[in-house]
């Protein structure tokens, strides 16, 4: 026995492989009385794309009308009874809910049911399991699986008889053993939080180097599946990861991109979004996203070929209200025109938004229109100006040259005539030379 726990706990601590032990799956979709038919086919559509990320085949979904919700199996006892009979009929491995679902909750339908219950967090924490590449995207996805699974732990042990009560050597050997696990991971996850803190503190190192340079910087942004790499690729040859599955690529990318009119500029690609992201992969994922806070300008993307893409922008909005970034300037893209599923909804975002311009990445259709864009929003977000520097000053022309973008320069026996571009952060030792 003793080897089987120690084999469990192995499990545990590197996370559940749904995907390979679990092939079909039964997707429960909880209705309640303020949710319209397209609200939950949305969230159908949407877990179901989930689940197909993941994995496992969704073999039938379910809607369950949820007038209360009980605390010991969330949907009542009825339910339970019914969802015996649907199991013995489709036969699926796991059970998979659109909502989180308590480790109670969770614990007495795996007893009932004998089957895996598991909810749409933790699809989402094996998605980003199996996507993470690099240190950072690990270390944060097995930090946020550790934090999840904590809470569960007793689901593991519930077959092992504990013996309850506080005096010593009275604990049975599943007891003891839960114990060791909670440790166990505890521990672990000190450690990682102290492993990621150096990525972290060697990413913002990385990124006050971009921004001590010259060149602007944007942030892509936008819900998961919108073409967000995609574009990336088109614009640069980045040679991003571009799959139509959802958080395709986890780890941003920042690559140059050059504007007709040559000025270079910074782009980063950002881990896509999705609604009710869970809250610890928020956390986990904050120094990822701050890319987006940091950048001078916002290019969020929206899919309008999503069948309810105004929910998918508004989303994408509300996590941008949540890093402090809606005060940016933003070009919204309207991508995948050539397969746009709902005009109306491109006409509500164009009257939503000062700029939207409508795109096809795949067809390559939009492009152009997008850099002269950028190009328009970097000249009102950092306009021309024009100094003259006394000839003793060429420490100020190295200034210029080292933040800024030099458009004219003549040097004049009465001094130096400079037209620059240059950050308003940088400004401040110029602004006595400016020539109005």
């Known amino acids: 026995m003793g080897s089987t726990q120690t084999e469990d706990t192995e499990k545990l601590v590197s996370g559940l492989d749904i995907q390979e032990e679990r092939q079909r799956a039964l997707l429960l ?27 496992p085949i969704a073999v039938h979904t379910e809607h369950i009308p949820l007038r209360k919700v009980h605390s010991a199996t969330m949907i009542g006892s009825g339910k339970v009874e019914q969802l015996k009979a649907l199991i013995e009929a489709k036969e699926p491995d796991l059970i998979v809910f659109d909502c989180p679902i308590s480790p109670r909750v969770q614990r007495n339908l795996e007893t009932m049911l004998s089957i895996c219950v598991i909810d749409r967090d933790e699809v989402i924490l094996q998605i980003f399991a199996d996507r ?12 946020a699986r550790l934090e999840y699974s904590l809470p569960r732990l007793t689901r593991r042990w519930t077959s092992l008889g504990r013996q309850h009560g506080g005096v010593k050597g009275t604990r049975g050997e599943g007891e003891k053993q839960l114990e060791l696990d909670r440790r166990q991971i505890q521990e ?17 190192t990385q990124r006050n180097q971009r921004m001590n340079t010259n ?7 936008g819900y998961t599946n919108s073409g967000k790499s995609s574009l990336l690729n088109a614009l640069t040859n980045a040679g991003v990861l571009a ?7 986890l780890d941003p990318t920042t690559r140059k991109v050059n504007l007709p009119g040559g000025e270079e500029i910074l782009l980063s690609d950002t881990v896509g979004f999705v609604s009710d992201l869970p809250h610890h992969l928020v956390q986990a994922f904050k120094s990822t996203l701050e890319e987006a806070r940091f950048a001078d300008f916002l290019i969020i993307v929206c899919d309008a070929s999503h069948p309810n893409m105004l929910a998918s922008y508004t989303t994408t909005v509300e996590v941008l209200e949540e890093l402090g970034c809606t005060e940016k300037p933003a070009i919204v893209l309207a991508n995948k025109m050539d397969m746009v599923t709902d005009s109306f ?38 306009p021309t100006a024009t100094y003259f520097l006394p000839n003793s000053r060429h420490d100020l022309v190295a200034h210029i040259h080292r933040h800024g973008q030099v458009e004219f320069i003549d040097y004049q026996g009465e001094g130096i005539l400079v037209k620059t571009r240059i950050q308003p952060r940088f400004q401040g030792p110029l602004r006595e030379f400016r020539k109005s």
Not at 367 to 375: K, N, R, T
């Open 29 to 55: 979709i909880l209705v309640r009385s303020e949710d319209t038919p397209q609200t939950t086919g949305n969230r159908a559509q949407e877990l179901e794309a989930l689940v197909d990320t993941m994995g």
């Open 132 to 143: 993470a590449a690099t240190k950072e995207a690990v270390l944060q996805v097995e930090l």
């Open 188 to 204: 672990k996850i000190v450690s990682l939080k102290a492993q990621l803190e150096k990525v972290v503190q060697q990413r913002n």
């Open 215 to 221: 060149i602007p910087t944007g942030a892509i942004v």
């Open 243 to 249: 799959e139509n599955k959802l958080f395709a690529t």
């Open 345 to 382: 909804a491109v006409s509500r975002l164009k009257s939503l938004y000062p700029v939207v311009i409508e795109t096809s990445i795949k067809e390559g259709t939009g492009i152009e229109a997008l850099l002269d864009q950028i190009a328009k929003t970097l000249g009102e977000l950092y």
